[in-house]
């Protein structure tokens, strides 16, 4: 893994509370609450794989301790997991639906 | 017949059975009524937006305006209104404009705007820039709006067994589970409150702007038992004069809207409800703390529902291809 991959594997993301997920029948979405007029692109469908990752985003778990908890949970690979956990952190970023924790003393 | 007669008809039949349904409409007739004959001097001029069949111009001049003018967008409607209007003997001081209220331009010379453009959700029929339009440009200094105030309220309802098919002939939790997140039409006589109704948010049309959006409203009923609750109705309560309320819970033409919600837990406590209702992201939340400490909280939108349907969509258009 890079050394880029790592550093943001250690870093710690919270849910936005402008972002409100539901589990419907197999599918989670997630729902932004904008301040206008809904962005129905910014609607998100997760995997279920996608959304333990979200409910795990609680502000205090770092990156890789999220992966561990999907490598418990999920029968996958781990370079595959934390690929996929950076990819979704990205999308979640650009939809301003996950916030950086501050750093713990 | 040929086609644009026969659309016609078709329209006429729809639009008059429309306003038949509001002509029978007693109580609202009564309070518009009130309400005009309060803020109507003899000698006014009356602007009514969306008249409909025209009844409140018809009476405005029959309570002694000088000039009323009647903005109604459905051409089949502006002979009716004409008629009314001969019928009661005031056709020469009632002027039908066919137009819609949103864009039609008049001079700033009216006392009283009266306008019904009140849906069973308050705002969806054009009731905020309509009215802020008629208020900026064409009502005088000290004049008046009917109505002057909108306000929602709600209260925590038990919800009819209506959801699916109904004897179960077959499992219908698919669609149950999206029409969860949809908002409905309660029949009045279905309206079985479990808490008092509270007022979730007020407008007042003297000064409110349409360009704001609706402010996220926060109520909190109290109930005896959470389980019996189904959802939370919602109905609009008019201010259209001094004094003067019409409430659409029962009674009139109007229907309450049902947001449902996912069952809670047994017994008692405090339900906070939290509503957005900008018809592009209308949605609603609870938090219910039950008297012995447990908790619930869900949040219903009819983007969830979206979300779900354009999930299976994107996965039928791949499949195709």
């Given at each position: 893994?890079?050394?880029?991959?790592?550093?943001?594997?250690?870093?710690?993301?919270?849910?936005?509370?402008?972002?409100?997920?539901r589990?419907?029948?197999d599918?989670?979405?997630?729902?932004?609450?904008?301040?206008?007029?809904?962005?129905?692109?910014?609607?998100?469908?997760?995997?279920?794989?996608?959304?333990?990752?979200w409910?795990?985003?609680?502000?205090?778990?770092?990156?890789?301790?999220?992966?561990?908890?999907?490598?418990?949970?999920f029968?996958?690979e781990?370079d595959r997991?934390?690929?996929?956990?950076?990819?979704l952190?990205?999308?979640?970023v650009?939809?301003?639906?996950?916030?950086?924790?501050?750093?713990?003393? | 017949?040929?086609?644009?007669?026969?659309?016609?008809?078709?329209?006429?039949?729809?639009?008059?059975?429309?306003?038949?349904?509001?002509?029978?409409?007693?109580?609202?007739?009564?309070?518009?009524?009130?309400?005009?004959?309060?803020?109507?001097?003899?000698?006014?001029?009356?602007?009514d937006?969306?008249?409909?069949s025209?009844?409140?111009?018809?009476?405005?001049?029959?309570?002694?305006?000088?000039?009323?003018?009647?903005?109604?967008?459905?051409?089949?409607?502006?002979?009716v209104?004409?008629?009314?209007?001969?019928?009661a003997g005031?056709?020469?001081?009632?002027?039908?404009v066919?137009?819609?209220?949103?864009?039609?331009?008049l001079?700033?010379?009216?006392?009283?705007?009266?306008?019904?453009?009140?849906?069973?959700?308050?705002?969806?029929?054009?009731?905020?820039?309509?009215?802020?339009?008629?208020?900026?440009?064409?009502?005088?200094?000290?004049?008046?709006?009917?109505?002057?105030?909108?306000?929602?309220?709600?209260?925590?309802?038990?919800?009819?067994p209506?959801?699916?098919l109904?004897?179960?002939?077959?499992?219908?939790?698919?669609?149950?589970?999206?029409?969860?997140?949809?908002?409905?039409?309660?029949?009045?006589?279905?309206?079985?409150?479990?808490?008092?109704?509270?007022?979730?948010?007020r407008?007042?049309?003297?000064r409110?702007r349409?360009?704001?959006?609706?402010?996220?409203?926060?109520?909190?009923?109290?109930?005896?038992?959470?389980?019996?609750?189904?959802g939370?109705?919602v109905w609009?309560?008019?201010?259209?004069?001094?004094?003067?309320?019409?409430?659409?819970r029962?009674?009139?033409?109007?229907?309450?809207?049902?947001?449902?919600?996912?069952p809670?837990?047994?017994?008692?406590?405090v339900?906070?409800?939290e509503?957005d209702?900008?018809?592009?992201?209308?949605?609603?939340?609870v938090?219910?703390?039950?008297?012995?400490?447990?908790?619930?909280?869900?949040?219903?939108?009819?983007?969830?529902?979206?979300?779900?349907?354009?999930?299976a969509?994107?996965?039928?258009?791949?499949?195709?291809?």
């Amino acid at each position: 893994m890079s050394r880029s991959a790592q550093g943001r594997l250690a870093e710690v993301w919270a849910r936005s509370a402008r972002m409100v997920g539901r589990r419907i029948g197999d599918e989670y979405v997630l729902v932004p609450l904008a301040e206008r007029g809904a962005d129905l692109d910014s609607i998100l469908n997760l995997s279920r794989v996608a959304a333990f990752v979200w409910e795990q985003l609680d502000g205090a778990k770092s990156g890789g301790q999220v992966v561990d908890a999907v490598l418990e949970q999920f029968e996958v690979e781990r370079d595959r997991a934390e690929r996929d956990y950076l990819e979704l952190v990205e999308t979640l970023v650009e939809l301003d639906a996950v916030k950086r924790a501050p750093k713990r003393a | 017949m040929a086609g644009p007669a026969k659309a016609s008809l078709a329209r006429l039949a729809s639009t008059l059975a429309y306003h038949q349904v509001m002509l029978a409409d007693a109580r609202r007739n009564r309070a518009f009524a009130r309400a005009l004959a309060r803020r109507v001097r003899p000698g006014a001029n009356v602007l009514d937006l969306g008249s409909g069949s025209g009844v409140w111009a018809v009476l405005a001049a029959r309570l002694g305006a000088r000039r009323v003018v009647a903005v109604e967008r459905e051409a089949v409607l502006v002979p009716v209104i004409e008629a009314l209007a001969r019928e009661a003997g005031v056709a020469d001081r009632v002027e039908v404009v066919r137009a819609d209220a949103r864009h039609v331009r008049l001079r700033r010379e009216f006392d009283v705007v009266v306008g019904e453009l009140v849906g069973n959700e308050a705002f969806e029929e054009g009731l905020l820039p309509v009215f802020e339009r008629a208020r900026e440009r064409f009502l005088r200094r000290g004049g008046a709006l009917v109505p002057e105030a909108v306000a929602l309220v709600a209260a925590p309802v038990r919800v009819p067994p209506r959801l699916g098919l109904t004897p179960p002939l077959l499992p219908a939790t698919s669609v149950a589970s999206l029409t969860a997140h949809v908002p409905s039409n309660l029949h009045p006589s279905e309206l079985h409150a479990l808490a008092p109704g509270r007022e979730l948010l007020r407008i007042d049309l003297r000064r409110a702007r349409s360009g704001d959006a609706l402010p996220v409203a926060r109520a909190r009923f109290r109930v005896k038992d959470a389980k019996a609750v189904g959802g939370i109705a919602v109905w609009v309560r008019m201010r259209l004069g001094p004094g003067i309320e019409l409430e659409t819970r029962a009674g009139t033409h109007w229907l309450p809207t049902l947001l449902p919600l996912e069952p809670l837990p047994r017994g008692p406590g405090v339900l906070e409800v939290e509503v957005d209702w900008n018809a592009a992201r209308r949605r609603w939340s609870v938090a219910f703390e039950g008297a012995r400490g447990e908790r619930r909280s869900a949040s219903h939108s009819p983007l969830f529902a979206w979300g779900v349907v354009r999930a299976a969509l994107a996965r039928g258009r791949s499949a195709r291809r």
